[in-house]
Every structure is written in structure tokens, then in C-alpha cells.
């Protein structure tokens, strides 16, 4: 099932279609998100948070689907808009597949097992 939002990116209406994942899929991909999050904030050379954008990018390319209706050509738009977009993309795919409560559980539990003596 695919559910459609209209956001903007820049000065341009968009419609967003994002796929709405299956239960199994939707924990797994929490819990991947979850695990890339930590690693980017705890990496000093930042190269988790490279594997985290490139990640986010393959979720938007994969599960997420823009319609620009003003006649505007994908090919027109600059990196800047389309770094936006991924950005916004994201936040629907988060938002429609109900994912942060589950991020956030994982985030709690691998914390925890990073830490297993602290009180």
C-alpha cells in the first residue's frame, strides 16, 4: 500500500508517495535505523554517518515516489532542493510507517546492551 501527502520542498508543492511497510519489515527497518543512528553519533571520522546518509537514500529511492505537478523536470532541480527532498521523503517514510516509537525502543536497548554493569 502506498499512502500520498503533499509537502513542500522548497517553493515547490511535491506529492510524496510512501510505501507503507509490512510489520516485519517495518521493525527491521527501526532497527537498522536505530543501529546506523548510534554508530554516526558515536563515529569520530565520520564514516558511520556516511554509511547513515547513504542509507536513508536507499530507503527514499526505494519506498518513495515524487510527483512534481508544475511541469518542472527533475533534471532542473539543483542538489541543494534534492538534499531537501531526501530530507522530507525521509520524514513521511518515518512518519506513514509509524517508525519512531520502534527507532527509539532500539535506540534504548542496544544503549543498554553497550552498558550492561551500569546502574
Known amino acids: 500500500m502506498w499512502?500520498?501527502?503533499?509537502?513542500?520542498?522548497?517553493?515547490?508543492?511535491?506529492?510524496?508517495?510512501?510505501?507503507?511497510?509490512?510489520?516485519?519489515r517495518r521493525e527491521q527497518t527501526a532497527a537498522v535505523l536505530a543501529w546506523l543512528t548510534l554508530e554516526a553519533l558515536t563515529d569520530a571520522q565520520g564514516n558511520s554517518t556516511r554509511a547513515w546518509h547513504e542509507h536513508v537514500a536507499e530507503i527514499v529511492r526505494d519506498h518513495v515516489a515524487f510527483v512534481i505537478d508544475d511541469g518542472t523536470r527533475p533534471d532542473d532541480l539543483g542538489t541543494s532542493w534534492w538534499t531537501e527532498a531526501i530530507g522530507v521523503a525521509f520524514i513521511q517514510f518515518v512518519r506513514h510507517n509509524e517508525l519512531a516509537e520502534s527507532i527509539n525502543r532500539h535506540v534504548e536497548v542496544m544503549r543498554r546492551l553497550d552498558r550492561p554493569f551500569e546502574a
Open 3 to 24: 499512502i500520498e501527502s503533499a509537502v513542500q520542498v522548497g517553493d515547490l508543492p511535491v506529492c510524496v508517495s510512501v510505501e507503507r511497510l509490512d510489520d516485519q
